[in-house]
T-cell receptor, first 113, second 112 residues
């Protein structure tokens, strides 16, 4: 089945530790996105990539990093510089054309130990 | 002013009633509008998309868009308990690289 796979479902981070969230899609989509959702809040854009080997900062990129070495993969690293990382992280993709909907993965809940 | 605003709710309606969810946006050049439903702990799923002024109906759902007043709404007819969820309004800004900006969502509770 085509879709977006995020792993792990739950992740715990220790102080000063970097952690990486995985996102893989087999929809042949060009564009991929990372959103963060805090309790009772909407989705805020962290980073997005419209093509392999290129990505742009979203509204809340500080403390995060990404890479896009393959079309199918867009991993997100939450660095130690992100002081409040506890949130629900959602990866999404689409073809990147105008007016197109987003397809979402099932999300990763990140918590701080 | 937030780019996309929604009343956080909760909005409570009895089973079988019409639920009306509203969303306003600040950027006049916004060109596409989406309603997503999100159950607790799950990812959003697309309910409706609308691109031009007027109404768009799909089953029990109707999306309404008024670009002059900068609002978009979602009507849910014959509300069911399974409709209880948070509804997110999302807007695509022209020239925004196809990024969606989301509102904070409205929690809907359909009561028996």
């Amino acid at each position: 089945d085509g879709g977006i796979t995020q792993s792990p479902k739950y992740l715990f981070r220790k102080e000063g530790q970097n952690v990486t969230l995985s996102c893989e899609q087999n929809l042949n989509h060009d564009a991929m996105y990372w959103y963060r959702q805090d309790p009772g809040q909407g989705l805020r854009l962290i980073y997005y990539s419209q093509i392999v080997n290129d990505f742009q900062k979203g509204d809340i990129a500080e403390g995060y990093s990404v890479s896009r070495e393959k079309k199918e993969s867009f991993p997100l690293t939450v660095t130690s510089a992100q002081k409040n990382p506890t949130a629900f992280y959602l990866c999404a993709s689409n073809q990147g054309t105008t007016n197109e909907k987003l397809f979402f993965g099932s999300g990763t809940q990140l918590s701080v130990l | 002013q937030k780019e996309v605003e929604q009343n956080s709710g909760p909005l409570s309606v009895p089973e079988g009633a019409i639920a009306s969810l509203n969303c306003t946006y600040s950027d006049r050049v916004s060109q596409s509008f989406f309603w997503y439903r999100q159950y607790s702990g799950k990812s959003p799923e697309l309910i409706m998309s609308i691109y031009s002024n007027g109404d768009k109906e799909d089953g029990r759902f109707t999306a309404q868009l008024n670009k002059a007043s900068q609002y978009v709404s979602l009507l849910i007819r014959d509300s069911q308990p399974s409709d209880s969820a948070t509804y997110l309004c999302a807007v695509n800004k022209a020239g925004g690289g196809n990024k969606l900006t989301f509102g904070t969502g409205t929690q809907l509770k359909v009561e028996l």
